[in-house]
């Protein structure tokens, strides 16, 4: 079966960048989607597609994908911004996956 | 507005057996893909089960194939799921999520808990 790896948590400053990554066996040949989960909410799409924003979504949040790892990019970073993250592909063997999850604390 | 909002949660012994629904508003429903996905306490998220917009193409995961049943009516514009032989590690908030089975999942409803417990 098709496996996602992210870090269980990224810390980052306020204002700073930050990088969440997801990797899986050429994960370059498969379309990435992100998601951000606050606490007691239902998850919300923030990049579609590899690196596309759904409408609403800051262009503060940008993603990419090549060979074995994709990345969430988060540049200026705010207090608002700590959630979970899921990664997730649709994979022809697996079905649909979901990453682990990544908390991102904002110090 | 879209909406999509949950129901059929709740309390169920080992064995037992429970109907979600997900009511649709705020969209044309029958044009549009559908999913559930499930988070148990405190863990990630865990994608269940897909259907097409018409119907005819269903998909689920390993863990649930043989249990569950995903259906919908495009006249009443509602996402059900029928889950059987449900088991404690079953037990998790079910949301229904719109989006194709390879492409983001836009709009999720709010969830409603499941609790496979004696």
């Known amino acids: 079966s098709y496996v996602l790896t992210q870090p269980p948590s990224v810390s980052v400053a306020p204002g700073k960048t930050a990088r969440i990554t997801c990797g899986g066996n050429n994960i370059g040949s498969k379309s990435v989607h992100w998601y951000q989960q606050k606490p007691g909410q239902a998850p919300v799409l923030v990049i579609y597609y590899d690196s596309d924003r759904p409408s609403g979504i800051p262009e503060r949040f940008s993603g990419s994908n090549s060979g074995n790892t994709a990345t969430l990019t988060i540049s200026r970073v705010e207090a608002g911004d700590e959630a979970d993250y899921y990664c997730?592909?649709?994979?022809?063997?697996?079905?649909?996956?979901f990453g682990g999850g990544t908390k991102l604390t904002v110090l | 507005e879209v909406q999509l909002v949950e129901s059929g949660g709740g309390l169920v012994q080992p064995g037992g057996s429970l109907r979600l629904s997900c009511a649709a508003s705020?969209?044309?429903?029958?044009?549009?893909?559908m999913n559930w996905v499930r988070q148990a306490p405190g863990k990630g998220l865990e994608w269940v089960s897909y259907?097409?917009?018409?119907?005819?193409?269903?998909y689920y995961a390993d863990s649930v194939k043989g249990r569950f049943t995903i259906s919908r009516d495009n006249a009443k514009n509602s996402l059900y799921l029928q889950m059987n032989s449900l088991r404690a590690e079953d037990t998790a908030v079910y949301y229904c999520a719109r989006g194709p089975a390879t492409g983001g999942f836009d709009y999720w409803g709010q969830g409603t808990l499941v609790t496979v417990s004696s």
């Open positions: 997730q592909v649709w994979d022809s063997s697996s079905d649909l996956v």
């Open positions: 705020g969209f044309t429903f029958s044009s549009y893909e």
């Open positions: 259907i097409s917009s018409s119907g005819s193409t269903i």
